[in-house]
């Protein structure tokens, strides 16, 4: 058989070197894509709980407010339902929740409270509709939302108030 002797090595040893250095900058090139993405991932899921938290705030401010009012003559019986309200600290001493209309901006969060009215079955379970409308109990859903890389995100939390002062 026919063998080809190379003299010259110069020629592959550069060829190698630009090997290695392309096999290097794809695994770095993938490194940081992969760093790149852990990193969003990560401040997703911190904006995430910091809008939990602002959730689980609106929660119980309003049930503060509850227990700080007469159901139907200043509390949540008297607010319209399926309107955007937010709770704010009055400037009194000690200060007491108040519920404002509208939505609030919390450092690019927005936060908004949606009162419902709640209707019962027969058994006094709570039913989506069907059922007879229940004055002393109303569907809290408190909503934070915020953009990220321009797109949406929001968090929501559901519960159910009762007048329980009755």
């Known amino acids: ?22 096999v290097i900058a794809i695994a770095l090139t993938s490194l940081l894509g992969l760093a790149s993405f852990s990193l969003g991932v990560s401040n997703l899921l911190k904006q995430t709980t910091r809008a939990n938290f602002i959730a689980q705030e609106t ?27 937010y709770p704010k600290k009055s400037t009194d001493t ?9 939505e609030e901006q919390i450092n690019g969060f927005t936060r908004k ?15 989506e509709s069907g059922g007879t409308n229940d004055l002393d109990t109303k569907k809290i859903t408190a909503t934070v939302s915020w953009k990220e890389r321009g797109r949406a995100h ?4 559901v519960t159910y108030l009762t007048n329980w002062k009755q």
């Open 154 to 157: 929001k968090v929501e939390l």
């Open 59 to 85: 929660v119980e401010a309003v049930r503060n407010f509850r227990d700080g009012t007469t159901w139907d003559t200043d509390g949540l019986g008297t607010l319209t339902t399926e309107v955007a309200y």
């Open 113 to 127: 409270v949606v009162f419902n009215n709640v209707q019962r079955d027969g058994s006094d379970n709570i039913v």
């Open 1 to 22: 058989m026919f063998s080809i002797q190379w003299k010259d090595n110069k020629g592959i040893s550069v060829v190698e070197i630009l090997a290695v250095v392309a």
């Open 94 to 102: 000690p200060p007491k929740w108040q519920i404002i209309q509208g």
